[in-house]
């Protein structure tokens, strides 16, 4: 099964200082879709950021930022100047045909004031 | 345009029992995906929907588990016979995808916990 790993089950950062989450992949295509979705407690899933096997170019938001690596099969998402809201669970997910979505299973990130 | 909706939030049942829950998809969008997601686990994809037509479905849906979607507008998916196994969260999610263009956000609804006693 092509799958998608989240290494960190949990990560902490102080809050304006910046983290960054690991994911990898598995995938036999050569075009595909990653992202980053964001799931705070007791929230509803929200995408972060999105990046297009075939742009070499990381994807930013903002503060959040990706660090793409396709020959690695690597995908990170680095958060600059970490806020209290960014406290949430975080999926990794590439997608595949028909547009479904594959999830890591995820990363807790904590932000400490 | 409220999102996506879904209902009930919450449903505790008994195993044997028969629930349904209900997705409203953002009025617009075409595809409609339910997964499924354990406690501390990402979620894991079950069915979609292209308009009224469901187009695939995991190997996750057993035959205990049905979906819907009539007029390709609000979607049910019924559990029969729960167990204890199915307690889990359903989620909801719908985007507009047209063909020959990149892919769509999905966009996920708050979801439905279900506990099965």
């Known amino acids: 099964a092509q799958t998608v790993t989240q290494s960190q089950p949990e990560m902490s950062v102080q809050e304006a200082e910046t983290v960054t989450l690991s994911c990898t992949y598995d995938?036999?295509?050569?075009?595909?879709?990653l992202f980053w979705y964001k799931q705070p407690p007791s929230r509803q899933m929200i995408l972060v950021i999105r990046?297009?096997?075939?742009?070499?170019q990381n994807a930013t938001e903002n503060r959040f930022s990706v660090n793409f690596q396709k020959a690695a099969k690597s995908f990170s998402l680095k958060i600059s100047d970490s806020q209290l809201g960014d406290a949430a669970m975080y999926f990794c997910?590439?997608?595949?045909?028909?547009?479904?979505?594959?999830f890591g299973a995820g990363t807790i990130l904590r932000v400490k004031s | 345009d409220t999102g996506v909706s879904q209902n009930p939030r919450h449903k505790i049942t008994k195993r044997g029992q028969n629930v349904t829950f209900r997705c409203d998809p953002i009025?617009?969008?075409?595809?409609l995906y339910w997964y499924r997601q354990t406690l501390g686990q990402g979620p894991e994809f079950l069915t979609y929907?292209?308009?009224?037509?469901?187009?695939?479905k995991s190997r996750l849906l057993s035959d205990r588990f049905s979906a819907e979607r009539p007029k390709g507008s609000f979607s049910t998916l019924e559990i029969q016979r729960t167990e204890q196994g199915d307690s889990a969260m359903y989620l909801c999610?719908?985007?507009?995808?047209?063909?020959?263009?990149?892919?769509?956000?999905?966009?996920f609804g708050p979801g439905t916990r279900l506990t099965v006693t």
């Open positions: 999610a719908s985007s507009l995808t047209i063909f020959g263009t990149l892919p769509s956000e999905q966009y």
């Open positions: 995938t036999s295509e050569s075009d595909y879709y």
């Open positions: 990046q297009e096997a075939y742009k070499q």
């Open positions: 997910a590439r997608m595949e045909y028909g547009n479904k979505l594959v």
């Open positions: 009025s617009e969008h075409n595809r």
């Open positions: 929907f292209q308009n009224e037509a469901q187009l695939e």
